[in-house]
């Protein structure tokens, strides 16, 4: 296990120096910059300023030049200053990090909670009502976009009920703290984390449902079955066990999705992660915190298949790596 941890770890690196590649490629050929945009629309202007404002801002570089000087300054963990902050990308990540795990985080574990037994019971009673029910219902959570769905919960308990805040992490002008910030703060995610979970525990349940069908079909637990072993001993037991690793899978990639998937979400909720600063940076042409936010999505993907491919021996204990 060891071994291959080590071995994985450096086919990481690999991986990642080839993702920075195609990142900074991608955020070098994108049409336009942070100049031409706080410049459009100004007749003082001059060309001569804007190519002064572009080596100021390390614009000018060619592509090879402006990669090994970017990706050296990686290596040491510096990704630049952000244009539109005016701050270092690593401080801004560190800083709003907390935010967006706290939203990501939490939507994981309500979709964990709900898509795995869901899954079951729809297996289980495969094309009676329930299952019927529970498909439908996934089907209409993946079908629905993110910002419709977010626009109907902010109209109906926000405007409407006024039982829950429109926006925000906090209530700036309450002052709470303590006890009274934590629930403040908790509040405020109720409808971001329905967002996350509505419109993505479907895809999820449907894998869970996918693989208990075909694992229940299996002779084996036919075997358990005859043998009288109880029916949650054969689900929980014999079956579920079987699913775990697909699900593992699955699970491993579902981090740095809900990472990405932030954008949208806390752009609409006006919540302040990492994912609304993004979406702010492509707007202003923000390059350094757009590659450094890009790396830090690809960095936790690799971890994430990394933790995957380690929990397939937890799960599974005919798994083993040599």
Not at 248 to 256: A, C, K, L, N, Q
């Amino acid at each position: 296990m060891k071994q291959y941890i080590i071995r994985r770890i450096f086919i990481s690196i690999i991986v990642l120096i080839g993702v920075s590649i195609m990142i900074y490629l991608l955020g070098k050929l994108t049409p336009g910059d942070y100049v031409a945009t706080i410049t459009s629309g100004n007749p003082n202007i001059t060309a001569e300023m804007e190519q002064k404002m572009r080596e100021s801002y390390g614009l000018d570089k060619g592509i090879v030049e402006g990669y090994f000087s970017w990706l050296g300054k990686a290596l040491r963990g510096d990704f630049g200053t952000s244009f539109l902050f005016q701050k270092p990308v690593t401080e801004i990540i560190i800083r709003y990090i907390p935010i967006t795990f706290a939203l990501a985080f939490t939507a994981m574990i309500f979709e964990l909670l709900l898509s795995i037994p869901f899954g079951i019971l729809a297996a289980r009673k495969q094309y009676s009502k329930s299952d019927y029910a529970i498909v439908t219902i996934a089907l209409i959570g993946i079908s629905l976009p993110s910002f419709f769905f977010a626009a109907i919960l902010k109209r109906v308990f926000a405007v409407g009920l006024g039982i829950l805040p429109l926006s925000g992490m906090v209530n700036a002008r309450a002052g709470f703290t303590g006890w009274a910030r934590i629930l403040d703060i908790g509040q405020h995610l109720i409808l971001p984390v329905t967002v996350f979970v509505i419109t993505s525990v479907g895809g999820l349940l449907r894998y869970v449902r996918t693989n208990m069908l075909e694992v229940l079909s299996a002779d084996y637990v036919r075997t358990a079955r005859a043998k009288g072993v109880p029916e949650y001993k054969v689900i929980g037991k014999h079956a579920f066990r079987n699913t775990l690793i697909p699900i593992v899978t699955m699970v491993g990639g579902m981090i740095p999705g809900l990472f990405s998937g932030a954008v949208i979400t806390e752009g609409i909720f006006s919540i302040e992660g990492l994912g609304n600063i993004a979406l702010k940076a492509v707007t202003a042409g923000d390059i350094p915190y757009l590659m450094g936010f890009s790396m830090f999505l690809a960095v936790l993907t690799l971890i994430g298949t990394l933790i995957s491919d380690i929990l397939y021996a937890v799960v599974d204990p005919r798994v083993r790596y040599n």
